[in-house]
């Protein structure tokens, strides 16, 4: 193909312009393009390639290296126990997920949120949304409010009477009585305001949220299996990362006082700077005990740091952490 000046390259666009769209359109096909890598993305895949941690999750079958870090923390902490609920804020791509659902087995239901688009781990639940808003809060409340759902079900009861399995049909009307179709079960959204608040019913919180990038790029990607092609964790400003983190941080605190049961635990991310210290008072209002952490599996030159809180104290309420400083 010819070099075309730009008046010429525009001269032919005019003259055959559905030949030369298809022509383009060609041209720029994602699946053609191989973009230069640049000197960061260079060192980065460098150093995945030598990292341990990453080859260990790859041969373990671990969606990413930061399922060590919880792993590490569960160890010294001892944070999961069977039967437990768990939410797991931020879950994409389900490092964090695969490590509830498997330290809380057998009984335990894992929820995940993200605003990500991607597939939960197998066992667990998801809710897409943006875990800010305060419709995402109401449908994850709502979903709580079920003890049953979103738990693994023993297919392989069997009926005491003559020792045969139960059926589904049997299953549904033993988990669903006479008297509570879904017409009745169903209520009107002024009817919800009107309830009472969730009781609470949580026993962990996690949260390893960051902020997403803005989706402008790998739209024909496999991003429900590998949502971490368009984020980016940090943006290289210190100052501006730790504010971010911050912010999500306390929103996740103010979640967590909403739905953990007295005596449960909150796991949090963030990165280093003058207000973690804020963000560890208010902890300590809510919590018997609270620890900062650095994972081994915590590159070393990461600013990040994660909070461990323990037994949430009975009776605290987000007007007792924050004051009047927060809207609650």
Not at 78 to 91: P, R
Not at 281 to 307: D, G, I, M, N
Request: proline fraction near 5%; charged fraction near 25%.
């Amino acid at each position: 193909m010819k070099v075309l000046g730009v008046s010429r390259l525009w001269s032919a666009i005019c003259r055959h312009p559905i030949k030369m769209a298809s022509l383009l359109a060609e041209l720029i096909q994602p699946t053609g393009l191989r973009y230069a890598s640049s000197a960061s993305s260079k060192r980065w895949l460098g150093r995945q390639s030598k990292d341990a941690f990453s080859r260990e999750a790859r041969i373990q079958g671990l969606r990413s290296r930061a399922a060590f870090k919880l792993l590490e923390l569960d160890h010294d902490s001892h944070i999961f126990a069977s039967g437990q609920t768990v939410v797991d804020l931020g879950f994409a791509p389900g490092s964090w997920t695969q490590v509830a659902v498997d330290r809380t087995r057998p009984g335990g239901r894992v929820l995940g949120i993200d605003i990500l688009p991607c597939i939960p781990p197998k066992g667990a639940s998801a809710i897409q949304g943006n875990f800010l808003s305060v419709e995402t809060h109401k449908m994850v409340k709502e979903y709580l409010r079920d003890t049953d759902r979103g738990r693994p079900v023993d297919r392989s009861l069997v009926d005491a009477s003559n020792g045969e399995p139960i059926s589904y049909i049997d299953m549904e009307r033993h988990e669903r009585p006479p008297g509570s179709d879904d017409d009745q079960v169903q209520t009107s959204d002024a009817e919800t305001e009107t309830k009472p608040g969730l009781e609470p019913m949580v026993d962990v919180v996690l949260s390893d949220m960051s902020e997403p990038w803005p989706h402008e790029f790998a739209f024909w990607s496999r991003t429900l299996s590998q949502p971490y092609i368009r984020l980016m964790n940090t943006s290289g400003v210190p100052i501006r990362d730790h504010g971010v983190s911050m912010d999500l941080c306390h929103a996740a605190l103010a979640f967590s006082l909403d739905t953990l049961k007295t005596g449960g635990h909150f796991i949090c991310k963030y990165y280093m700077g003058s207000e973690d210290k804020f963000l560890e008072k208010c902890l300590r209002k809510a919590f018997a005990t609270v620890k900062r952490e650095k994972p081994e599996a915590s590159r070393k030159f990461s600013r990040e740091q994660y909070f461990v809180a323990k037994f949430r104290k009975k009776n605290v309420t987000k007007q007792d952490v924050y004051g009047d400083m927060y809207d609650c």
